[in-house]
């Protein structure tokens, strides 16, 4: 598995670049989020990858940020969705705002990616709502809990918990939301905690 690059740019156009590690050139299918943040042929770079193996098909892609990877690797698990559907979305929306559209449920938004349908929009927000909200990353976030409690005054709720695991999945760190949340009103729903964070953390 390949999991990181650091290296020279060796070439960069829309959709795609490539990095010399070691004297090897290694071609990235990037989004034009990850390009924007690239900086010239000859400069230095760092990007995370996800290698897509298929039949036939093998495949590099490149992420400024791990966020962004989270999000690709979460996109590419929905039925009907390959890795270049993934990241013309990613191109069309930021990491920050594809989680807040999944969390709000606004598959209308997806629409507007070249490619993407109405059907295929909406089973992008069906199939991974759910996994945002609930998927566990078991015993990760207790110290926080414990914080969050203690400037809360009581003990942490189920949705602050689940909150703080869905954001953790999507590759925010906990030093990230944690501060945020523990401000927020525990007695929220999940998705409330999710949607408002994902807006504050999107405003700075």
Same mark, same amino acid.
């Given at each position: 598995m390949i999991y990181s690059l650091r290296g020279k740019i060796i070439a960069k156009e829309l959709g795609f670049t490539? /990095?010399?590690?070691g004297g090897v050139g290694y071609g990235c299918r990037i989004s034009y989020? %990850?390009?924007a943040q690239l900086g010239n042929i000859g400069d230095e770079a760092f990007l995370y %990858?996800? +290698?897509y193996i298929r039949e036939d098909v093998v495949e590099l892609f490149g992420f400024a940020e791990q966020?962004? +990877?989270s999000c690709f690797k979460l996109l590419i698990s929905v039925s009907g969705v390959g890795p270049k559907a993934a990241t013309a979305i990613l191109s069309d929306v930021t990491p920050e705002r594809f989680a807040f559209l999944v969390a709000s449920g606004d598959s209308k938004a997806f629409t507007r990616t070249k490619g993407i349908g109405a059907k295929t929009a909406q089973r /992008?927000? +069906?199939e991974l =709502?759910? =996994?945002i909200s609930s998927e566990a990353l078991s015993g990760s976030v207790s110290e926080d809990a414990v914080r969050i409690a203690n400037i809360q005054g009581g003990a942490v709720s189920d949705s602050v918990t689940e909150a703080i695991e869905a954001l953790l999945v999507l590759g925010y760190s906990q030093g990230e939301v944690a501060p945020i949340i523990a401000k927020l009103d525990p007695s929220l729903p999940t998705q409330d905690l999710i949607k408002e964070t994902l807006r504050i953390i999107s405003s700075k």
């Open positions: 490539a /990095i010399e590690c989020h %990850t390009g %990858t996800y +290698l966020q962004e +990877l /992008i927000v +069906l =709502k759910d =996994k």
